[in-house]
């Protein structure tokens, strides 16, 4: 790891020689070339000529543990005690009393909307900006997901603006801590204790983040976390939902093992609750028990350059960073900002976006306006949904698409680059800000050039 750094950072200073000098030494002479200083887009030289960190990673180590599973031949969770050490032990990470392994992020939601009594018919107010399972895990409960708005300074979902939407069909509150970024839960969860409605946090993206003093994941009733192969804490497919309720998580285990009793949670036959197969594979829980420290380690590493970026990129006139609540402590599964065109001279985002890709930094407009690409409206135009709702409903809620202004100028503006490259060293965190600060400067050469 050490070497392979040493390595790149050699070849990238051998690469890109002189030019590095004039923007790490504070004082140092300008002796930019004129092909450094132009724009990547215009056929300068990029600032990031180097690579950036893979994902996801492993270590021979977790070697012996995986071929014991394979060879055991017991790889479901019925037959051995990989999985459940795993619940014990992120249940302790996280500082939740219990912790159910799911087989996705995707049905760790299904769970929890269906343990919290979501059901047919029923109303669960969202986060708009997020990826989009969460809108399609209220939709496969038959519930109409309803999109609160998001504030644009946080990117996280705009306490201000639930209250409004809730009916007399509402039982839940799904907000989603995004990008690893905590949700102001004080006031959601106010709100959910005045309407007696249940709170479910989207931590799929959150693992081990904080909000005054305790980890995203028991904030609301149930968490829920996944372990895609994207995820800080990967092992292909994989999610839990954690808890402090005995009696919602032995909930929890009966409908992702098949209704079977469990716990507390039994009736007098052995099928007397639906259910479905969600459950986790022994593989997937030695992967993830091999990677606690690992998350811990790359987790401050991941805040250290954030912050770093973060003092950088503020001091740019047009790039708004993020605002994170009062006592609240980010992971950062992406670094977002967002970026205002008229400080650049009218280039557009898409434009900087582009401009910056060119410059050796990979980066995306994060979230689109999602609800207009037509997964709502099929779901309000099937059967089902039209059984279970007024017609004068399902059109207010079409049209309620419309005031997400919030959301809408975030999924205008916003910049943001994957975990990974907060993984690279801290001279790559420079070159982003240096590739931002290239692009600001020559901003109306950019907005011209096609
Ligand atoms: C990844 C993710 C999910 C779904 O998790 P899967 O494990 O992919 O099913 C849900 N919500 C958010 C915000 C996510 O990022």
Same mark, same amino acid.
């Given at each position: 790891?050490?070497?392979?750094?040493?390595?790149? =950072?050699?070849?990238?200073?051998?690469?890109?020689?002189?030019?590095?000098?004039?923007?790490?030494?504070?004082?140092?002479?300008?002796?930019?070339?004129?092909?450094?200083?132009?724009?990547?887009?215009?056929?300068?030289?990029?600032?990031?000529?180097?690579?950036?960190?893979?994902?996801?990673?492993?270590?021979?180590?977790?070697?012996?543990?995986?071929?014991?599973?394979?060879?055991?031949?017991?790889?479901?969770?019925?037959?051995?005690?990989?999985?459940?050490?795993?619940?014990?032990?992120?249940?302790?990470?996280?500082?939740?009393?219990?912790?159910?392994?799911?087989?996705?992020?995707?049905?760790?939601?299904?769970?929890?909307?269906?343990?919290?009594?979501?059901?047919?018919?029923?109303?669960?107010?969202?986060?708009?900006?997020?990826?989009?399972?969460? !809108?399609?895990?209220?939709?496969?409960?038959?519930?109409?997901?309803?999109?609160?708005?998001?504030?644009?300074?946080?990117?996280?979902?705009?306490?201000?603006?639930?209250?409004?939407?809730?009916?007399?069909?509402?039982?839940?509150?799904?907000?989603?801590?995004?990008?690893?970024? #905590?949700?102001?839960?004080?006031?959601? *969860?106010?709100?959910?204790?005045?309407?007696?409605?249940?709170?479910?946090?989207?931590?799929?993206?959150?693992?081990?983040?904080? !909000?005054?003093?305790?980890?995203?994941?028991?904030?609301?009733?149930?968490?829920? &976390?996944?372990?895609?192969?994207?995820?800080?804490? #990967?092992?292909?497919?994989? +999610?839990?939902?954690?808890?402090?309720?005995?009696?919602?998580?032995?909930?929890?285990?009966? &409908?992702? *093992?098949?209704?079977?009793?469990?716990?507390?949670?039994?009736?007098?036959?052995?099928?007397?609750?639906? +259910?479905?197969? !969600?459950?986790?594979?022994?593989?997937?829980?030695?992967?993830?028990?091999?990677?606690?420290?690992?998350?811990?380690?790359?987790?401050?590493?991941?805040?250290?350059?954030?912050?770093?970026?973060?003092?950088?990129?503020?001091?740019?006139?047009?790039?708004?960073?993020?605002?994170? #609540?009062?006592? =609240?402590?980010?992971?950062?599964?992406?670094? #977002?900002?967002?970026?205002?065109?008229?400080?650049?001279? +009218?280039?557009?985002?898409?434009?900087?976006?582009?401009?910056?890709?060119?410059?050796?930094?990979?980066?995306?407009?994060? !979230?689109?306006?999602?609800?207009?690409?037509?997964?709502?409206?099929?779901?309000? *135009?099937?059967?089902?949904?039209?059984?279970? &709702?007024?017609?004068?409903?399902?059109?207010?809620?079409?049209? =309620?698409?419309?005031?997400?202004?919030?959301?809408?100028?975030?999924?205008?503006?916003?910049?943001?680059?994957?975990? *990974?490259?907060?993984?690279?060293?801290?001279?790559?965190?420079?070159?982003?800000?240096?590739?931002?600060?290239?692009?600001?400067?020559? =901003?109306?050469?950019?907005?011209?050039?096609?």
């Amino acid at each position: 790891m050490k070497d392979q750094l040493n390595r790149r =950072s050699f070849i990238h200073h051998a690469a890109v020689g002189s030019a590095a000098v004039a923007w790490l030494g504070s004082k140092a002479p300008m002796v930019m070339s004129a092909e450094a200083d132009k724009p990547a887009m215009l056929g300068g030289t990029p600032v990031h000529k180097g690579s950036w960190p893979g994902w996801p990673t492993w270590r021979e180590s977790w070697e012996p543990a995986v071929i014991e599973v394979l060879r055991s031949g017991r790889w479901f969770r019925g037959a051995g005690e990989h999985v459940e050490e795993f619940e014990q032990a992120y249940a302790k990470l996280i500082g939740a009393k219990r912790c159910l392994a799911t087989a996705s992020g995707t049905t760790a939601l299904l769970v929890s909307l269906h343990v919290l009594d979501v059901d047919a018919g029923d109303e669960v107010i969202v986060s708009p900006f997020t990826f989009i399972a969460t !809108y399609n895990a209220v939709l496969i409960n038959k519930a109409l997901p309803v999109f609160a708005d998001t504030d644009p300074a946080t990117l996280t979902i705009d306490p201000a603006s639930i209250e409004s939407r809730i009916t007399d069909r509402t039982r839940a509150i799904l907000p989603v801590h995004i990008y690893g970024l #905590p949700c102001d839960m004080d006031p959601i *969860n106010a709100i959910a204790r005045k309407h007696k409605l249940a709170v479910i946090e989207d931590a799929c993206q959150a693992w081990l983040a904080e !909000y005054k003093g305790r980890k995203c994941g028991v904030l609301g009733d149930l968490g829920c &976390f996944s372990f895609q192969n994207s995820k800080h804490l #990967p092992s292909g497919e994989g +999610g839990a939902v954690t808890g402090d309720s005995d009696d919602l998580l032995d909930r929890c285990q009966a &409908f992702h *093992n098949c209704g079977r009793a469990f716990g507390n949670f039994k009736g007098p036959r052995p099928y007397f609750t639906r +259910g479905s197969n !969600y459950r986790m594979q022994q593989f997937q829980a030695v992967i993830l028990m091999q990677q606690f420290d690992k998350l811990i380690k790359e987790t401050e590493i991941r805040r250290a350059h954030a912050q770093h970026l973060t003092e950088g990129l503020k001091t740019i006139p047009g790039i708004q960073t993020v605002r994170l #609540p009062e006592n =609240s402590n980010p992971v950062w599964h992406l670094y #977002p900002f967002r970026y205002d065109a008229d400080q650049f001279n +009218g280039l557009s985002h898409n434009k900087f976006i582009r401009a910056l890709n060119a410059e050796g930094v990979p980066c995306g407009a994060g !979230y689109h306006e999602q609800y207009f690409d037509g997964l709502l409206d099929e779901a309000i *135009n099937s059967r089902g949904f039209k059984r279970l &709702f007024s017609p004068a409903r399902l059109k207010a809620y079409r049209e =309620s698409f419309e005031e997400l202004k919030g959301n809408r100028l975030v999924c205008n503006t916003t910049v943001a680059m994957t975990q *990974n490259l907060l993984l690279g060293s801290r001279d790559d965190m420079d070159h982003i800000i240096e590739a931002v600060r290239k692009i600001h400067k020559h =901003s109306a050469a950019l907005a011209k050039a096609s």
